[in-house]
Each structure stands twice: as structure tokens, then as C-alpha cells.
């Protein structure tokens, strides 16, 4: 399948764009390499030409090496050609360095930037793996300061502060982490929308992709991304090939859980779903049953409980706002019909949107009702939280901070209100997210328990020897390719 839109969405708005590469010895050359791809993804939607957008990139790492100036290439083919011919430098760190080139060289008009007195936007992007061996503080701030506007990346270990003190204000749309090189191409429609308010079509959320959208400067595809599935004739849809998987297993557990009942306590309550690649489209279904094990514990009516729901990935998508719905069962049926997102994690930016809009009058927010939000997370957020996260427990919104797999704990505490332990839970993988499912209830309702608890110890271990059964007897009829045991824990 493939839908045709018009091409170089950045045309009309004319760039100076630097980019500045981290090329130290951490990079490992198989990084070194996607950082290339990632590249010529930003290129992609760029209008390169002597008159539209000039284009300029510097690598460093003991010392800075121009690979080319803005005046350098006049077509974007000659640029992805030199992109792809760069070799690692492999040694130091010096980003300071690299950053006042950028300042003293590369954006002057001997290397091809026009006059300021044209007002081109002058970009740099800085892309960091590590910690600097030199001061930034300084050299950044004079930077800003002379007109460049400097988007500021970090990939794994990078101490967010530092990215901070490099990146222009607001720090939300300027300064991004991602956990490794692989996530960092998750970035790449942001920036498409920041630079040129392009347009991600798989955000647009129709295109009916049942696992992944994969978006590109004119188009998007869809693939399946669950073991064992490939898409149908219609391009969209995924049919399994015959493996099945312990997410599925492990979902009819959570479905055998009891719910508790919260009859008292009105509220208007949002939650804030990371849609983002790391998630992945089974453990998306998951958190689906989380929300909707939430709400089926909750009083929803026109008088009582009202409901509202954000996505986030690169970009925030509202499902549906407060009082939409009046009742768990409309709900339960709007959650089930979400489109997974499948891209970045912008958890600050999500925050923003749940703090601005979410809780206005507009989208259905009542005065002197409290206000709470649920938060969920599976990693680290690629922007900032602290502020707005601050701003909303400032505003009287009680926030839940739930975390999962690699979430970071010093950022689901900057999100949740205090004290951390009523208001922050954590668990290791989505297996345990039964356990977070019923704190959470004790913590917002007064529980009524099931005199039929599906989830005692005895029920949930006979549970685990029928799924281990019919897994051994998938194995041996070649249904299942390689032997799983299934633990609960």
C-alpha cells in the first residue's frame, strides 16, 4: 500500500542547518552508522538548495572536523553522499569545542550562512552520547545568544541538565533523550513538525495500522511487529502464522482478575498512555486491560466519575476528553479501539497538554471536583517532565506515577504528587502489572472484595499449569516452534 502526498514539506521556509555529531570512542561504529541514517531521515524533508535550505555538518571528538559548510553542496544528493562517506574520528569528547565552531565558523558567511539581516533561521542540531570533557554552560549560552537555535539530543547515559544547559528555550521542544541509537530515528517526525510543522501521517491516526505505522516525508506502510504474524492482502491488518504467544497468555490472567468496586469518591480523572515504539503492540493490549480495569472499578456516570484519556508518542493524541462518555462500559469500548502510536516518548510534552487542556472547562472538567491524573510509563521520556509535572500538582492535580520495564525512577518521581509511596508504583516487567492494578484501586477506592477471587494464590497457580499444558502440547504438535514455560509471580 502506498499513499502519495506532495514532497519537501520544509519547502518555502528556508534553513541554515548545521549539524553537529558526536564522534567519540563511545559511539560504537554500528551507532556511528544509525546516527547517519537518522541523518538523512531529517534530510528527507528538507527543501536543500543554494536558496532554500543550506546544509552544513561537523563531527567532533578530540578535536572538531568540518565535513562540510553550509556553501559546500547545493543539492541534497551531493548531501546524503558526503553523510554517508564519513568516517568515525573515535577519541575525545569535546563538545564545547564543537559548539563554539559552530559559533565562530560554521555559521559565518565565508562557510555559506546568509546575512542576518535575510532572517534564515539558524539551526543546529547536536547529537551527544556522553559526558563533555570540556565546559558547555558558557559557549552554548553565547551561541543562543548570537541567533542560533540549538536542538540538543542526548542518547543512553547523557546527564539530562547538561542537554539542558545546551539546548534553546522551551527546553519541551528543544532538549530530547532516548535510551540508545536504535530509538533515536523515533525523533525524527518531531523535528519534521518543529522545523517545518510537517505533517506525521501515521499521527494522524487513521491509518488502520492494527500493529505498527511506519511514516515517511510522503506516505506510510504498515508492518506487523508481534513474533509469529505477517499482514494480510489488505496491507493494514495482521494474521498470525501459526506461533502463539505468552502476551496472550498472559492477558487472559489478567482478565481472570477480580475488580474492584469504587462506589464512593466522584472525580475527574485522565490518564496520560505512553504509545510509544518501546511499548510494543502486545504489551499496548495490556495496558488497554489496565485502563479498563481501572475504570470498571470506578462510579462513571453524568453525576459521578467523568474519564479522559491522552496518548503520547512523539507527538499527543486526545482519545476522548472528560464526559465524553457516561458510562465504564462506553469507555471500556473507546479504550478497546485505541490505535497504537508506535513512535517516540514524549512524556513532558504529554504532561503539558494533560495540565493545559485536559483539565480545562472545554474538554469537561468540573469546579470543586478533584482532579487526578494516572501516568503511564514504560522508559525514559525524551523531553523534560519536571515543569510541567510541577505546574499540575501545582494546580491541584493529584498525580499517579505507574512505571514499568526500564521507566526511570527519578523521573516517575519528579511526575508523581507526594508522598512518593501512595502515589509511584513500579514494576519490573508487565507481568506484575495485576499487582499495580490493585494498589492503585486501594489507593483511589474503597475495595469491596470477590467472594469468587480469581487471583489467590491457588487459583493463579492452577491458571499456570493449564497455560503450561496447552504450551507443551503446542510444542509437540510444531504449533509452537521452541518450548516456553509460563511463571506468575
Not at 178 to 205: H, K, R
Not at 211 to 232: A, F
Not at 245 to 271: H, N, R, T, Y
Not at 339 to 349: D, F, K, L, N, V
Request: aromatic residues 8%; proline residues 4%.
Amino acid at each position: 500500500m502506498s499513499v502519495s502526498f506532495p514532497r519537501d514539506l520544509c519547502k518555502g521556509k528556508p534553513l541554515d542547518f548545521v549539524f553537529i555529531i558526536d564522534s567519540s570512542r563511545s559511539v560504537r561504529p554500528s551507532d556511528y552508522e544509525k546516527v547517519k541514517i537518522f541523518i538523512t531521515n531529517i534530510l528527507a524533508f528538507l527543501d536543500v538548495g543554494p536558496e532554500a535550505t543550506r546544509v552544513g555538518l561537523l563531527q567532533y571528538g578530540s578535536v572538531v572536523q568540518n565535513e562540510f559548510s553550509l556553501n559546500t553542496y547545493s543539492s541534497k544528493a551531493d548531501v546524503e553522499r558526503a553523510v554517508k562517506a564519513m568516517d568515525h574520528l573515535a577519541t575525545g569528547t569535546m563538545t564545547g569545542l564543537a559548539i563554539q565552531y559552530t559559533m565562530e565558523t560554521a555559521f559565518t558567511e565565508p562557510e555559506g550562512a546568509r546575512p542576518a539581516d535575510l532572517h534564515i533561521p539558524r539551526i543546529a542540531m547536536i547529537i551527544t552520547d556522553g559526558r563533555p570533557q570540556d565546559t558547555v554552560e558558557e559557549v552554548a549560552a553565547q551561541a543562543r545568544q548570537a541567533g542560533i537555535q540549538i536542538f540538543a539530543i542526548g542518547v543512553g547515559r547523557v546527564d539530562m541538565n547538561t542537554l539542558r544547559v545546551i539546548g534553546s528555550e522551551p527546553h519541551s521542544e528543544h532538549v530530547y533523550l532516548v535510551a540508545n541509537f536504535s530509538q533515536i530515528e523515533t525523533l525524527t517526525s518531531v523535528f519534521q513538525s518543529n522545523l517545518c510543522g510537517g505533517i506525521d501521517y501515521c499521527d494522524l491516526g487513521n491509518h488502520g495500522c492494527q500493529h505498527d505505522c511506519v511514516s515517511s516525508p510522503e506516505s506510510y506502510v504498515c508492518r506487523c511487529t508481534r513474533e509469529g504474524y505477517k499482514l494480510r492482502p489488505d496491507h493494514r491488518t495482521c494474521q498470525s502464522n501459526g506461533r502463539v504467544g505468552c502476551w496472550e497468555c498472559l492477558s487472559e490472567w489478567i482478565k481472570k482478575c477480580p475488580q474492584a468496586v469504587c462506589g464512593d469518591g466522584v472525580m475527574d480523572l485522565v490518564f496520560v498512555i505512553d504509545g510509544s515504539k518501546s511499548l510494543g503492540p502486545a504489551n499496548f493490549e495490556l495496558v488497554k486491560q489496565f485502563v479498563n480495569g481501572i475504570v470498571d472499578s470506578l462510579d462513571v456516570s453524568g453525576t459521578g466519575t467523568h474519564v479522559g484519556l491522552l496518548q503520547y508518542s512523539s507527538k499527543v493524541r486526545t482519545e476522548f476528553i472528560l464526559g465524553q462518555y457516561t458510562s465504564g462500559r462506553d469507555i471500556n469500548r473507546a479504550v478497546l479501539q485505541m490505535q497504537y502510536m508506535g513512535r517516540g516518548s514524549m512524556t513532558g510534552a504529554a504532561l503539558r497538554h494533560m495540565f493545559e487542556y485536559s483539565f480545562s472547562a472545554k474538554e469537561g472538567a468540573r469546579p470543586d471536583i478533584p482532579r487526578v491524573s494516572i501516568v503511564f510509563t514504560d522508559g525514559r521520556s525524551q523531553d523534560d517532565v519536571s515543569k510541567w509535572a510541577s505546574k499540575a500538582k501545582d494546580a491541584g492535580i493529584t498525580i499517579y506515577a505507574l512505571g514499568v520495564g526500564k521507566a526511570i525512577e527519578e523521573e516517575l518521581r519528579e511526575i508523581a504528587s507526594e508522598p512518593d509511596d501512595k502515589h509511584l508504583y513500579y514494576a519490573e516487567d508487565f507481568s506484575n502489572m495485576g499487582e499495580i492494578t490493585d494498589k492503585l484501586k486501594s489507593r483511589m477506592c474503597k475495595e469491596k472484595p470477590s467472594p469468587q477471587d480469581m487471583c489467590k494464590c491457588e487459583n493463579v497457580m492452577l491458571f499456570q499449569r493449564q497455560v503450561n499444558e496447552q504450551l507443551r502440547r503446542l510444542t509437540q504438535n510444531n504449533i509452537l516452534y521452541s518450548p516456553v514455560v509460563v511463571y506468575i509471580l
